[in-house]
């Protein structure tokens, strides 16, 4: 993390910023829930009637599809539109009303209201290959925006011209529907984000990038004069376990469907199945080099992911006992871009233990290693062994399939992931209440919460209670005649009658 | 931190201490509601009828009063009853279930189901001045067994013997009711605690005690290999601010209030409040000087807080622009152990800003500082100056007074504590749904939950989520048929046909 060249002009600039954000701060947590909603909306809207010059900007700067980046700024849209749903109910706000009780068994019990607040500015650190859902307006932003937090993103330096109308299009919109003047910021740079993450105005941080960059910036956030939570979302490899009798029902499908996985963005998504496990590799080998054949050439993100990934890719091939189902390609180009087409490649299970220093970190990009398993009933075994947390596991069963063995490996996967899957494929994360992105580390820093669906709101708040305050003093969601109608779990005068101290 | 003479001895104790915790998890996070619930009110009972045992053993060890200490038994017994409650309702596993949706604005929609699920081992440090509450048997071991997660005490020195005794009792009126042996496990020792705290088996990590040693422990917790979530409750203060209306309506319940608060427990609690801002010292000292001696002498937890009160208390009454309005007493006999009369002394508001070094840090024990403001308009000004995150912040009001400097203050400490009151003491926390106990640094190392009250089941829960699973496949929680009869959060199919893209 090198300092820019002006740290004077860089401090100056940090401090500008989070001023802005902790001025901004109390009067976006107090605006109203409706106008808050609104506020979202209107920047959903607004993204919605640039879509056209922000695909664009984002086909140039990330070399995605227009297909797919149109269909990630309505992700996008929706997510906003999804958060402001969850302004209005008012649930998050996890209400809870104690009242005072004179009969309480343990004396009596003064009348206690509880609620969540916001945790005030965020700095969210945007991620590469999602310019749109996870960058400038995507899922952290919206989530701590919902939650009433002003917030900084540290624009990734992949695509800096789309942040920058990104910023300029739903900040507008948020002004313009009455959120204060430094609601959403975007800054430049990794040192500027290190600054920024290091600044006392600083409540929470959040990112999506590697492990390296994730533990760097987590050891900030817990070594500041005061510490502050942070949220990264850093790698994964995502095994996909496939029974014997799966392949007999469906074996074109599941071909097709890895392939389709591993394939789709490049294969620069953080769900990406890494490793398939199946019973034989030959029943599947001829289907899957079918389709990665098939599939067109795409250009990575950018130079540095190109690099890495050509890295990884030569380690994995050259690695002994590896086998190629479909070899693929990969050219860098004069300007360092990488353009790539699938590889698919094969091992034995026990192989994959034993070269598991050069196959088993992630390969960010095109690339896909189909284990062969010789016993179902080692599946488990198999698993410990190899892996630590992941975001997802995935199972392919036949109907009605059932052996004590899968319930294990289910076992295992609900303590070692944050979303099991049964069939189907862990990319193409759905976003909804209850979706659950994110999982033991080194999936996640921090697995108590998810960057993905309505519950990341929760990370960008903190419980603060009144004791015996007369109404008029209360926020609104905790007053006997609750204005904003949120749900309240009242705990009642007189509960304690029947637990009390029996002795 | 200094390891034990015999270090191979105790890498092999903490390895068993640990794999029998790590045996017990998958067991007792999966036995079933009802039992579990039933394992925490056996306990509750147990305690119960070991009360005379149990008490006696804790007065010789902390020189707390019978009174104090019957009370406080009784209040870690219902504390248990109430989490039993808690696991009885479910609403603590925040099932969210997504319907299958084909018309989802996105595309399809799969069916995902979320809630949360038990952490795994969970080492808890244990506090000197609540040897039931805060201890073995404690707020956070109640919680992290609710929620389904053996757990390891690390047992304050303060009181061994009654920390093994009570270890004894609950653990085996839990097995008795049917939970995996390993459930509830204690060890000793500074540097065992420290070596458990780093071990791969541990997933969570609780602390009651001081800033430095919370610091030290939530760094252990951030650099291991695999970080884990680490909550401290550390140092506060407590401020009072009471309004010149206030002392007009009732200075005698405002002084002898206050004296009570500082002086119970010889004010070796969480919650003392440190500083109480009145506009007039005169018009309260006399008051709080006659209760203060009429207080009887107490004996403090053990030499260490003698000695760190008697250096606490020498450089306040030493500090600059300090007058005493009860000067109280400190001798340490023989064996070491303090024996202290409530000190209470006061300044203005102006010289505590000056001499901040020497009296704005904890005073563990019966000391506060009465400190006189000349402008109410600028008390907010005043706070913001000297504090940081504390555990509750209070206002003394007329009734019905209302100015926007209120306001102001209100909002300010809403801001910066965890738990407003409004009149009353912060002392004395009650133990319900809407408690909350815990603030911002340094108040706590991470101020996302409580302490004290249901609601810290929270700690030591994870989301999981199932998507596309039989329901013959689903944890009980998530089924359609809801045999545990929990809170379920549907989110039906169809309901995004009103906010989809518009554009």
């Given amino acids: 993390m090198t300092a820019p060249a002006d740290s004077t002009l860089t401090n100056h600039e940090i401090d500008a910023v989070a001023s802005a954000a902790a001025a ?26 640039s879509k056209a010059e922000l695909v664009r900007i984002a ?50 019990r003064p009348d206690v209201r509880r609620y969540l607040v916001a945790l005030g500015p965020v700095v969210n650190f945007a991620a590469s290959n999602f310019p749109f859902a996870f960058s400038v307006a995507g899922g952290d932003t919206v989530a701590a925006l919902a939650a009433g937090c002003p917030v900084i993103v540290k ?76 949220f990264g979302e850093l790698g994964s490899v995502n095994p996909v ?39 034989s590799v030959q029943a599947l080998a001829g289907m899957i080099a079918a389709a990665a054949s098939a599939a067109p050439e795409q250009r990575l993100l950018n130079p ?17 006992g590896v086998s190629t189902v479909s070899e693929g390609s990969l050219r860098i180009d004069a300007d360092g871009q ?14 994959l233990v034993r070269e598991r220093g050069a196959l088993l970190d992630e390969a960010f990009g095109p690339l896909s290693i189909v284990v062969e398993y010789s016993e179902a009933n080692d599946l488990t075994e198999l698993a410990a062994q190899l892996f630590d947390g992941n975001l997802t596991g995935t199972v392919h069963l036949a109907d009605n399939e059932n052996t004590p063995a899968l319930g294990d490996l289910i076992d295992w996967l609900t303590d070692h992931v944050g979303r099991v899957l049964f069939g189907g494929w862990p990319t193409g994360v759905a976003v909804t209440p209850a979706m659950q992105h994110g ?7 921090n697995d108590s919460s998810t960057s993905v669906g309505t519950a990341a709101i929760s990370r960008f708040l903190r419980p603060v209670a009144y004791q015996n305050a007369p109404q008029a003093r209360l926020p609104e969601p905790l007053r006997d005649d609750n204005p904003w109608g949120v749900p309240q779990s009242i705990s009642p005068a007189g509960e304690s009658r029947s637990w009390g101290a029996r002795a």
């Fill in 439 to 445: 999982g033991p580390w080194p999936a996640t820093s």
């Fill in 304 to 320: 540095s992911i190109a690099e890495a990934y050509r890295a990884r890719r030569d380690a994995i091939l050259g690695a002994s």
């Fill in 155 to 230: 624009a990734h330096s992949g695509h800096p011209r789309l942040s920058a109308l990104t910023a300029k299009v739903v900040a507008t919109a948020l002004e313009g529907a009455g959120a204060p003047a430094g609601t959403l910021q975007v800054i430049y740079g990794q040192a500027r984000g290190v600054a920024m993450l290091e600044h006392p105005s600083i409540k929470a941080g959040s990112f999506t990038g590697s492990i390296r960059a994730g533990r760097i910036l987590s050891t900030v956030a817990a070594s500041r004069t005061v510490p502050i939570p942070f």
């Fill in 24 to 49: 901004a701060a109390p009067l976006w947590a107090t605006t109203h829930p409706a106008q808050r909603a609104a506020a979202l909306v209107a920047a959903a809207s607004a993204l919605e009637q």
């Fill in 59 to 108: 086909m140039e700067e990330t070399a995605l599809s227009e297909t797919r980046l149109v269909g990630e700024l309505n992700r996008t849209a929706v997510q906003l539109r999804l958060f402001a749903e969850t302004i209005l109910d008012g649930a998050y706000l996890d209400v809870r009303i104690d009242q005072l009780d004179p009969d309480f068994v343990l004396g009596p």
């Fill in 338 to 351: 990488g353009w790539a087409t699938p590889t698919i490649v094969s091992t034995a299970a026990a192989n």
């Fill in 241 to 279: 376990f496939v029974t014997a009798a799966a392949i007999a029902e469906r074996a074109d499908a599941i071909a097709e469907g890895f392939v389709t996985s591993v394939a789709g963005s490049a294969g620069q998504l953080c769900t990406k199945p890494g490793f398939l496990f199946v019973p």
